[in-house]
């Protein structure tokens, strides 16, 4: 699944990315290393749009499990993926790359609303786009936002970066020591075998519909969106293909 010169990409990136060393907040170190990497993309001449979570700084779902209203919860986190996204905009220009932020948000004073037209036109004169503030509903995840932007930007693939796991696996590999990684799975499978620690039904739903091919790969490895996105053979591709656990030959 890699791209080519000319290619436009989505990238996601989990709030838990930013954190780096660190459990709660953002890591300058880690931010300057993703950014570095996504300049190593532009480089390739590949049309780059980033989608960013929040969790690092606010869990809508996980608040609203306390007791706050879920739509609240849900706006808040959409604000945390606005300063995330502010955060990792200053260091992508700090790399030498020109930004722009777009939010499903208003929010003015520091970025653009989001206008599909405006933010397809910006990819194509070699900006990075950053996609905050999700969709801009609740009770959407930013898995679903990034499946979404792809989808409107005529992305050739989704690249879904995780914290803690370089793919999909047969079953949680933080709570089941057996899971067995795939190497490829077809939308159906993952869907049917709903592997909520990959991303959303929703978000599966919405790439099957629209033929966008998934990359779920760790984030945490030196170079790893490159590696990802024009480098080799790296975590798990969820699409139209054959699937196939890791090491084996096809298994459906």
């Given at each position: 699944?890699?791209?080519?010169?000319?290619?436009?990409?989505?990238?996601?990136l989990s709030g838990e990315s930013l954190l780096g060393e660190r459990t709660y907040g953002i890591d300058p170190d880690a931010i300057r290393r993703?950014?570095?990497?996504?300049?190593?993309?532009?480089?390739?001449?590949?049309?780059?749009?980033?989608?960013?979570?929040?969790?690092?700084?606010?869990?809508?779902?996980?608040?609203?499990?306390?007791?706050?209203d879920r739509a609240t919860a849900d706006y808040a986190g959409m604000l945390a993926t606005v300063i995330n996204g502010l955060t990792l905009q200053?260091?992508?220009?700090?790399?030498?790359?020109?930004?722009?932020?777009?939010?499903?948000?208003t929010v003015s004073q520091v970025a653009e609303p989001y206008i599909r037209r405006r933010a397809r036109r910006h990819l194509e004169k070699g900006?990075?786009?950053?996609?905050?503030?999700?969709?801009?509903?609740?009770?959407?995840?930013?898995?679903?936002?990034?499946?979404?932007?792809?989808?409107?930007?005529?992305?050739?693939?989704?690249?879904?970066?995780?914290?803690?796991?370089?793919?999909?696996?047969?079953?949680?590999?933080?709570?089941?020591?057996?899971?067995?990684?795939?190497?490829?799975?077809?939308?159906?499978?993952?869907?049917?075998?709903?592997?909520?620690?990959?991303?959303?039904?929703?978000?599966?739903?919405?790439?099957?519909?629209?033929?966008?091919?998934?990359?779920?790969?760790?984030?945490?490895?030196?170079?790893?969106?490159?590696?990802?996105?024009?480098?080799?053979?790296?975590?798990?591709?969820?699409?139209?293909?054959?699937?196939?656990?890791?090491?084996?030959?096809?298994?459906?």
């Amino acid at each position: 699944m890699n791209a080519q010169a000319g290619d436009r990409v989505l990238i996601k990136l989990s709030g838990e990315s930013l954190l780096g060393e660190r459990t709660y907040g953002i890591d300058p170190d880690a931010i300057r290393r993703l950014a570095t990497q996504i300049r190593k993309v532009r480089e390739a001449d590949i049309e780059t749009g980033l989608v960013v979570g929040g969790g690092n700084l606010f869990r809508g779902r996980a608040a609203a499990e306390t007791g706050m209203d879920r739509a609240t919860a849900d706006y808040a986190g959409m604000l945390a993926t606005v300063i995330n996204g502010l955060t990792l905009q200053d260091a992508l220009e700090a790399e030498g790359l020109e930004v722009r932020t777009l939010s499903a948000l208003t929010v003015s004073q520091v970025a653009e609303p989001y206008i599909r037209r405006r933010a397809r036109r910006h990819l194509e004169k070699g900006r990075v786009v950053l996609f905050v503030a999700g969709t801009g509903n609740p009770y959407v995840t930013t898995d679903t936002a990034a499946a979404l932007r792809g989808v409107e930007m005529g992305a050739s693939g989704l690249y879904m970066g995780k914290s803690g796991t370089n793919g999909v696996y047969t079953s949680d590999p933080q709570t089941d020591p057996n899971a067995q990684r795939y190497e490829s799975i077809s939308y159906r499978d993952a869907i049917g075998q709903n592997l909520g620690h990959v991303m959303d039904t929703a978000a599966l739903s919405l790439c099957e519909e629209n033929d966008l091919p998934i990359l779920v790969f760790d984030i945490a490895p030196a170079d790893a969106i490159v590696q990802a996105v024009v480098g080799g053979a790296v975590g798990t591709v969820v699409g139209a293909v054959e699937t196939r656990l890791a090491g084996d030959p096809a298994v459906s």
